[in-house]
């Protein structure tokens, strides 16, 4: 697993062959979002709830 931090909220995950890139703004989003296979915006707002209770991976 690799994290790359940019400050803020803007960060990179590179984990299992994955990358995941949360809240691409305020810098050059084309350069952070380069290859990513996820991304999430404005901090995962429009996301769904998880139920911890039953989520496994």
């Not at 062959?17 to 901090?43: K, T």
């Amino acid at each position: 697993m690799k994290l790359i931090w940019f400050g803020g909220t803007m960060v990179r995950i590179h984990i299992g062959g994955v990358i995941l890139v949360l809240d691409p703004a305020g810098i050059d989003g084309a350069e952070l979002v380069s290859g990513a296979d996820i991304v999430v915006s404005d901090c995962g707002a429009a996301l769904l709830p998880v139920d911890t209770a039953v989520w496994r991976l």
